[in-house]
Structures are given as C-alpha cells and as structure tokens.
C-alpha cells in the first residue's frame, strides 16, 4: 500500500520526525529512509534507540493516527495503480491488500478508493511475522482461496520484495524513494501507469516459466 498504491511514506517520515524531536532526539532523513517497507514493530524499536520514550504499540499507535491525520487531508495517489485495480476489478479477478500499516490504517485507504475494491486486506497486525518474511502474502493468498504460485505481488521496497518472493509469488519491484536492485526473481517496473491486466498475466507467465525451469 504505502508506496505502491499511495505514496504515504512522506507522511510516516513527518510523523517520526515530530515524534522523535518531541522526545529530544533528532531524526534524519537518511534514518527514516531505513524504515521504508519494514514492519511496524521493528519500527517503533529502532525509534526508541532514537530516544522515543513509550511503548512499541504506543509508538505505532501514535504513528498510525498522525498518517491517518495526513491522508484525511489529502490521498497522494501514485500514477496508475487506482486504473490498474479497476481494470482487475472489470475482470473479476479478485485482490488482496497486503502492507504492514495496520488494519484501521488500510481499511481507509481502501474505502478511499472504493467500497468493496479489495475482496481480502492483510495489515501488519494480522501477522506474527512481518515482512520480509513471507506470512504476509501466504495468508493473504489464503484468505483469497488462491495458490500463490498464480498471485502476483506488487512492491516497492526490498523488504516487500523478499516477502513476496519467498513466499512464491511472481513478484514486481515499482520503485519510489528506494532504489530497487534487478535480479532473476522478480521484475522492475519504473511505473503502474498505463500497464494493464495483460500486463499482469504475462509478468505471471514468466514467472511460471522461470520456475518450472529451476525445478525442471
């Protein structure tokens, strides 16, 4: 989600920055760029090593509401995705959100886009282990009743990316404000704008192909 469909994590940067200056500490940018598509919890720890006196949950809850605070305001939609899941949702094909804000969090972005868009949401309080392990995007096929080998995962940090290809999804790197490193298991794309669902399929075909040829 964050991103990916909206690019949100300017506003986390915001809110860590106020929260960890709030506590005396100073926050740089270089630090917030670390973060980037990392669990919630592994967030708040490294932000109490930066001086924020609370909790993890504390922390993330305080997180979570200044950024639900900022997209009231205003939704910083990246380029094509909202077209991009129209189009799967023209052809049936069901969709799962899959991110490590939390649920409450994910719940109004999707209601943003539309009611009923995504037919399964996974935030980073439905699973134990957070990405870039794997669980996020095995429990989100799961619930679509989906094998994961004929899910394509989307992503644009490192963190996702492993997540999504050690889980078995055909995985897709869209790049924002980390710089994503090629490789045989997953693709990059520079944009969502004007791919489509043939698209898709075919980034889903090659994924079979490749992994047909690992095991062959």
Not at 12 to 37: C, F, I, S
Not at 104 to 127: K, N, Q, W, Y
Not at 172 to 191: C, D, K, M, Q, Y
């Amino acid at each position: 989600m964050d991103g990916t469909i909206v690019d949100t994590e300017p506003y986390w940067m915001t809110a860590e920055t106020a929260l960890v200056v709030e506590h005396g500490g100073t926050w740089t940018h270089e630090q917030a760029m670390q973060l980037v598509g990392s669990g919630l919890e592994n967030s708040a720890r490294i932000l109490q090593g930066a001086g924020v006196q609370l909790g993890v949950h504390e922390i993330i809850d305080h997180l979570t509401d200044r950024v639900m605070e900022q997209i009231a305001v205003a939704v910083p939609w990246r380029p094509g995705a909202r077209e991009l899941i129209e189009a799967l949702r023209a052809e049936g094909i069901p969709i799962a959100l899959v991110t490590m804000s939390l649920r409450r969090m994910a719940l109004r972005v999707a209601d943003a886009i539309g009611d009923g868009t995504f037919d399964v949401v996974v935030g980073g309080d439905d699973v134990t282990h957070a990405k870039p392990h794997p669980e996020p995007y095995l429990l989100a096929a799961e619930r679509l009743g989906v094998a994961i080998g004929r899910c394509v995962a989307i992503e644009d940090s490192e963190f996702g990316l492993v997540s999504a290809v050690s889980s078995g999804a055909a995985a897709i790197g869209v790049p924002l404000h980390l710089t994503l490193h090629e490789a045989p298991t997953h693709e990059l794309w520079s944009t969502l704008e004007g791919r489509t669902v043939d698209d898709l399929g075919a980034a889903l075909e090659r994924h079979r192909a490749r992994a047909t040829g690992a095991t062959s």
